[in-house]
């Protein structure tokens, strides 16, 4: 079920109205009257591909501050128009943002995944093994998450996922932007996604880009705003003063930043190209855990860790009480203790405040590997393995 799709079952509920702004009639009657248009309805009224229109948010803060009644509009968009200063201003206090993410791979087998609430308290258990295997994690990774492709032939996926990325490009850039060089996103979508789940190097990407490096930034936030990549701020602690602070940019859909490289799971075989499969199941993994962060009781943020002297994690959950978990995502279907060096250095660092490190790779068979440490298949984001034991907080 998409965003359209569950507001249309929001509204019926409620006896609301749904209007779209793709239907350019409407729209243009929006634009015409914005007060009027969004008057028109006394119940709620939902507004579908609300970026379309951008000049609404003047007319809906006027009619909010006069009737403060919750609940009386439901805006979606394809982008966060949020994220726009003008609607920024606008809705400041009168709105409350849901991000509404593609499918979660518990969504897609119907199980509630409880991994980050999991792995912020618990020791994760040893004794079990997942059934799926590399070439598995490999498909779902190219499948991606958009309700429109997942049930699709991989064929009729690329189809699909050629058309978005241009419609994106062509239309919803242009509706929330008025930058010079909206032509070139495509391109510049197709370089992150060949970085996937690496450092943003700014002077890189605008030097294969063609742009000069203080015009990027605007573009990136751009690919943001329309939910096509996500930035992963560094983490910083007091291990250490060399941590490097660049964030680590990922393409939010895997499915999209695997058709964007040409990728498909017979190209990924380990023996063709792995580094690319490192780098797509890693943003796979990143992806699975915001979607799982916006659900679950433990409330945590999401980073990256790296020292300029060589430790690197590739995630890290900070929870608000200061403890963390760290997690490495290996493409490799065997592990040995040298994946662990650097989550060991966390953890001798960081003392009591860490609470487990962590490897999810392509096996099928969880192992303990030292003190608060262990490996779990990639499925353990989903899966439910056997209950362990609960980390005792000093």
């Known amino acids: 079920m998409g965003k359209s799709t569950l507001a249309t079952v929001v509204a019926d509920a409620r006896g609301g109205r749904v209007v779209t702004l793709d239907d350019e009639p409407v729209r243009r009657a929006a634009l015409s009257d914005p007060a009027g248009f969004v008057e028109s309805v006394e119940g709620l009224l939902v507004i579908d591909e609300v970026q379309r229109a951008p000049e609404l948010m003047l007319a809906i803060k006027a009619t909010v501050d006069r009737d403060r009644r919750p609940g009386r509009f439901l805006l979606t968009g394809s982008a966060n128009v949020l994220r726009?200063?003008?609607?920024?201003?606008?809705?400041a206090g009168r709105?409350?943002?849901?991000?509404?993410?593609?499918?979660?791979?518990?969504?897609?087998?119907?199980?509630?995944e409880r991994f980050v609430d999991r792995v912020m308290s618990e020791v994760l258990p040893v004794?079990?093994?997942?059934?799926?295997?590399?070439?598995?994690?490999?498909?779902?990774?190219?499948i991606g998450s958009y309700p429109e492709v997942v049930f699709r032939s991989e064929r009729r996926r690329g189809a699909w996922f050629g058309s978005y990325?241009?419609?994106?490009?062509?239309?919803?850039?242009?509706?929330?932007?008025?930058?010079?060089?909206?032509?070139?996103?495509?391109?510049?979508?197709?370089?992150?996604?060949?970085?996937?789940?690496?450092?943003?190097?700014?002077?890189d990407v605008a030097a294969d880009a063609g742009f000069p490096a203080r015009t990027l930034p605007?573009?990136?936030?751009?690919?943001?705003?329309?939910?096509?990549?996500?930035?992963?701020?560094?983490?910083?602690?007091?291990?250490?003063?060399?941590?490097?602070?660049?964030?680590k940019v990922v393409v939010l859909d895997s499915g999209l930043a695997a058709h964007q490289i040409n990728a498909s799971p017979a190209s990924l075989h380990p023996t063709r190209q792995p580094k690319p499969a490192g780098g797509?199941?890693?943003?796979?993994?990143?992806?699975?855990?915001?979607?799982?962060?916006?659900?679950?009781?433990?409330?945590?943020?999401?980073?990256?860790?790296?020292?300029?002297?060589?430790?690197?994690?590739?995630?890290?959950?900070?929870?608000?009480?200061?403890?963390?978990?760290?997690i490495e995502v290996?493409?490799?279907?065997?592990?040995?203790?040298?994946?662990?060096?650097?989550?060991?250095?966390?953890?001798?660092?960081?003392?009591?405040?860490?609470?487990?490190?962590?490897?999810?790779?392509?096996?099928?068979?969880?192992?303990?590997?030292?003190?608060?440490?262990?490996?779990?298949?990639?499925?353990?984001?989903?899966?439910?393995?056997?209950?362990?034991?609960v980390v005792s907080r000093p």
């Open 95 to 112: 709105a409350e943002t849901i991000e509404l993410f593609g499918f979660s791979q518990g969504e897609l087998r119907g199980v509630r």
């Open 280 to 326: 797509l199941l890693e943003a796979f993994v990143l992806a699975e855990l915001r979607r799982q962060s916006g659900w679950n009781d433990e409330r945590v943020r999401i980073f990256h860790y790296r020292d300029r002297a060589g430790p690197e994690v590739d995630v890290v959950l900070e929870h608000a009480d200061g403890r963390i978990a760290a």
């Open 330 to 389: 290996k493409a490799t279907t065997s592990i040995g203790a040298d994946a662990f060096k650097w989550l060991a250095k966390v953890r001798d660092g960081l003392g009591d405040r860490f609470v487990q490190g962590t490897v999810l790779y392509a096996g099928n068979q969880a192992l303990a590997f030292g003190d608060r440490l262990t490996a779990q298949p990639i499925a353990a984001l989903w899966e439910d393995p056997p209950h362990s034991s």
């Open 165 to 203: 990325a241009r419609r994106i490009v062509e239309r919803d850039a242009v509706d929330v932007s008025g930058l010079q060089r909206l032509g070139d996103l495509g391109r510049l979508l197709e370089l992150v996604a060949a970085r996937n789940a690496t450092e943003l190097n700014m002077a």
């Open 218 to 247: 605007p573009y990136l936030d751009l690919l943001e705003t329309l939910y096509l990549i996500w930035r992963v701020p560094a983490w910083s602690t007091n291990l250490t003063s060399r941590v490097a602070e660049r964030p």
């Open 84 to 91: 726009l200063r003008s609607v920024q201003d606008s809705l």
């Open 127 to 142: 004794s079990w093994e997942s059934a799926m295997s590399r070439p598995d994690y490999i498909e779902a990774a190219c």
